[in-house]
Structures are given as structure tokens and as C-alpha cells.
């Protein structure tokens, strides 16, 4: 992203040690550089223009579908009930990383505060916990409604869902703070600059001085949950459904039950599946622009493209979305 302006900014602290001795000088961090997705100047405009578009395309797709959702009373189900909290996700959590990269290149300032940083860092990792978890909650959803079909009302009553989407979020927001408060133990060097257009935990303990064992473990720790967990609770119960799918003797009747959970499948694919290619990519390649540049996979992309994934795989988005438009049309 070009040469920045100004060097990140440093307090220096004269602290006096134990008995008498003599003062040592501690570094108090107060910003950090962005380097972002490329150091060529003439590119920004491009970048720019495209960050903004996806994030525009992101914001406004995801809000339709929540609107899609409340306005059409057939859509007031456990199913829609979650989709709509996954879309409502996706803007948060595009908000919290795109906005911040476009002002950096329109002011071309690539410095984010500490402050700035830990708040990133923290609501990147609630957000993308709450929608690991949405997405166990949504197949989980599917597993009932294919292999308890007539207890799926008493199972998936609205209670259950309110409460299982509180747990979740109170879950990934304890987390979160907990991995947050966790970076303010560590001390940094001069060499400030992260790797990336927004910060990432992972590149900003790389650049730290001190020991970042216990953040390492916790790190490991958080990842087994938010991860390791949903993605668990994901696969058994399509495991289930495969199994209930393929004993119903018609292909037609195999067809329509699985149908239902064509988009859901389609956006957990590519959820998990960015998110392993990046991690992926990360072991064979040095480069840290590249890295930035596949980060872009799984905190972008899934985000932009879940509302078209619902909206051309669904039939009944499709038919509220186009009652909306109908509606829409007339009052004009």
C-alpha cells in the first residue's frame, strides 16, 4: 500500500526499579502499520474501488435477506430464523475489517491505533465464532427436520432457538475478550508493521517481543472450539441425513429431501473450505503478501457470496424476494 506517512508512535516511560535502582525505559505501543494488500501506488485506486464494491454488494445483499426474512411470515421459521442471523453476521463482520482498509487508502495512512487493533481482533473472532456456530445450528436444524420430521416443532420451538443463539454469542464473546485481553501482557519492538489490511492475532504475536506461548495455547484452545466443534456437530449431522436420505426408496424423494440442504451445504463449503486453503497455502508459501492476499478468501468472499448462494438455490427466498420487489414496484 504504498510508503506510509509516519512511523507508528511510540511513548517512552521512565520507570524506576526496585529499590532505587536506576530507571529502564518501557515501550507503550500506541499504533501499529498496516502494510495491506500491495506496496504499488498504482493500484490503490483499483483496490479501493473493488474493496468498496464487495463491501457495498456484501452489505446490501445480507440486508435483504433479514428484510426477506421479517416481512415474509412463511419465512418465520427456525431455519430462516438462523439464516438471518448468519446474514446480519456477515455485515458485522465485513464491517469490522473493510471499512478500515478503504479509509487507509483514501487517506493514505496506513496506521491503526492499539485500540483500534485489539478492537479488531476481538470483534473478528466473535463474529467469526458466531457464525461457525450458526452454521452447526443450521445443520443441526437440518438434521431434525430430515430425520425427526414430526417432532420438529417441539424440538425446534422458539425458545430453543433464542437460547441456543445466546449461548453462542455469549460463548464467542467470552472467547474473544479472552484472547483480546490476553495481547495486552505483550511488549513490541520497534517493528510494527502487520502484514495484512486488517489485525489478525495470529500476524500481530508474530511480531511481538516477548513470549507468546500462553496466547499460542489459547489460540490452539479457542480454534478446537470455535472450529473444531461446530464443524464436528456439522459433519454428524449430515452423516445422519446421508443415512436417512438413502433409505427412501425413490430418487425423486431423494432429491427433494436433500435439495433442502443444497445452499447450506453450499455455504459451509465454501466457509471451511477458504478457511483450509488459506491455512493451507500458509505453510508453503514465505511471502506475507500473499498471505494477506489469501486472507481476503475466508474474510471476504464467503460473506459476500452467502445471500447470492440462498437467494439462486432457495425457492422460497427466491419467491419472497420477489414479492418484495413486486411490492416494491406498485408502491412506486
Avoid at 124 to 141: I, R, S
Avoid at 214 to 238: D, M
Wanted: with cysteine.
Amino acid at each position: 500500500m504504498g510508503e506510509h506517512n509516519s512511523t507508528p508512535d511510540l511513548y517512552l516511560i521512565s520507570l524506576r526499579g526496585i529499590n532505587g535502582t536506576a530507571p529502564r525505559n518501557h515501550t507503550v505501543i500506541a499504533e501499529f502499520i498496516l502494510l495491506g494488500l500491495t506496496d504499488d501506488p498504482e493500484l490503490q485506486p483499483i483496490i479501493f474501488s473493488l474493496f468498496l464494491m464487495v463491501y457495498l454488494v456484501t452489505v446490501l445483499g445480507n440486508l435483504l435477506m433479514v428484510w426477506a426474512v421479517i416481512s415474509d411470515s412463511h419465512l418465520h421459521t427456525p431455519m430462516y430464523f438462523f439464516l438471518s442471523h448468519l446474514s446480519f453476521t456477515d455485515i458485522c463482520l465485513s464491517t469490522t475489517t473493510i471499512p478500515k482498509m478503504l479509509v487507509n487508502i483514501h487517506t493514505q495512512n496506513q496506521t491503526i491505533t492499539f485500540t483500534g487493533c485489539l478492537s479488531q481482533i476481538c470483534f473478528v473472532m466473535v463474529f467469526g465464532a458466531f457464525e461457525n456456530f450458526l452454521l452447526a445450528a443450521m445443520a443441526y436444524d437440518r438434521y431434525v427436520a430430515i430425520c425427526s420430521t414430526l417432532r420438529y416443532t417441539i424440538i425446534m420451538n422458539p425458545c430453543f432457538c433464542g437460547l441456543l443463539m445466546l449461548l453462542s454469542m455469549v460463548t464467542s464473546l467470552m472467547l474473544a475478550l479472552l484472547n483480546s485481553l490476553m495481547i495486552l501482557h505483550l511488549s513490541f519492538c520497534t517493528d510494527l508493521e502487520i502484514p495484512q489490511f486488517f489485525c489478525e492475532l495470529a500476524q500481530l504475536l508474530k511480531i511481538a517481543c516477548s513470549s507468546t506461548l500462553i496466547n499460542n495455547i489459547l489460540i490452539y484452545s479457542v480454534t478446537f472450539i470455535f472450529g473444531g466443534v461446530p464443524l464436528s456437530g456439522i459433519i454428524f449431522s449430515y452423516t445422519k441425513i446421508v443415512s436417512s436420505v438413502l433409505n427412501i426408496s425413490s430418487s425423486s424423494g431423494k432429491y427433494k429431501v436433500f435439495s433442502t440442504c443444497g445452499s447450506h451445504l453450499s455455504v459451509v463449503s465454501l466457509f471451511y473450505g477458504t478457511s483450509v486453503g488459506v491455512y493451507i497455502s500458509s505453510l508453503f508459501t514465505q511471502s506475507s503478501r500473499k498471505s494477506a492476499v489469501a486472507s481476503v478468501m475466508y474474510i471476504v468472499v464467503p460473506q459476500m457470496m452467502n445471500p447470492f448462494i440462498y437467494s439462486l438455490r432457495n425457492k422460497d427466498i427466491k419467491v419472497s424476494l420477489r414479492k418484495l420487489f413486486v411490492k416494491k414496484s406498485f408502491l412506486l
